[in-house]
């Protein structure tokens, strides 16, 4: 079979850890040059082949300056994923204003940031992929905010494809993945509690999908379409079709998020 990423210029925004990880290593693999994007640079540096640069989305500086690195070592983007995302684990009564900022700031201001400084170096018809969450459709009790942000990421996707009908914006909804580090931060006692209630209200799946299949469902998407231009792949849902279970220990095992 024949490995299409050969030769195409990728830049993984949020490769540190879980699918951006899985996806910088496995574009790697089938041949792409990858540049690797995150704030934890020595994660980075364990990733064979890639180009990595420390970053923070946050920081405007960080952000000019990782376009400036994908220009001298890339030349042009041909495709650029953003698969940044961080979530407080909060009932929404207890989700403070510090909350709502800093998961906004990350998932959205912060995707529009590198968006825009990158947007320079963007080939033409290059493919800007967002990884947004399933949770927009099927709210999670304790991930409001997370939820309300992914859904702005999605609307802001929206304004770029308007206004730059030249490139190829691409949504992509992902379905529970373990382990990412996703959840390393989140509350003890209130993930009990919110497991309890996902799972009472049909949200817990038996299977998991791992970081190392959507990456390789996604290197696949990309892939073709980096060969017909003249498509563009505007939404895209990912997830495990696994039964419903009323439990999350046959997913978690003897870990849990």
């Known amino acids: 079979m024949t490995v299409r990423l050969i030769g195409r210029r990728m830049l993984v925004v949020g490769a540190s850890a879980g699918i951006g990880r899985a996806l910088a290593v496995r574009a790697v693999e089938e041949g792409a040059h990858v540049l690797a994007a995150a704030r ?9 082949g890639c180009v990595p640069v420390t970053a923070d989305v946050c ?21 650029l994923v953003s ?4 979530a407080p684990l909060r009932m929404i009564a207890d989700t403070d204003a510090a909350d709502w900022r800093r998961v906004f700031d990350v998932n959205v201001v912060g995707f529009h940031q590198v968006l825009r400084a990158c947007r320079p170096v963007l080939a033409p018809n290059a493919v800007v992929a967002v990884l947004s969450s ?9 991930l409001g905010a997370y939820s309300a942000s992914k859904l702005a990421l999605e609307r802001t996707l929206t304004a770029w494809r308007v206004e730059h009908p030249g490139l190829r914006f691409c949504r992509i909804r992902v379905g529970a993945t ?3 580090g996703f959840g390393d931060a989140f509350d003890g006692p209130t993930l009990e509690r919110v497991l309890k209630d996902w799972a009472a209200r049909g949200l817990a799946q038996e299977h998991f999908m791992t970081p190392e299949e959507v990456a390789a469902v996604l290197t696949g998407v990309f892939a073709t379409a980096a060969d017909l231009p003249g498509v563009c792949l505007d939404e895209l849902t990912v997830r495990s ?3 419903v279970t009323e439990g999350f220990e046959s997913a978690f095992g003897d870990h849990r998020p």
């Open 40 to 48: 934890r640079g020595a994660e980075l540096e364990k990733i064979e």
């Open 59 to 79: 920081a405007e500086d960080d952000c000019a300056r990782l376009a400036e690195t994908a220009r001298d070592a890339l030349g042009e983007i041909d495709v």
């Open 83 to 86: 698969c940044v995302g961080t």
């Open 134 to 142: 399933e949770s927009v459709d099927q709210p999670r009790s304790g």
């Open 178 to 180: 373990f382990p990412t």
């Open 241 to 243: 079709p696994s039964a």
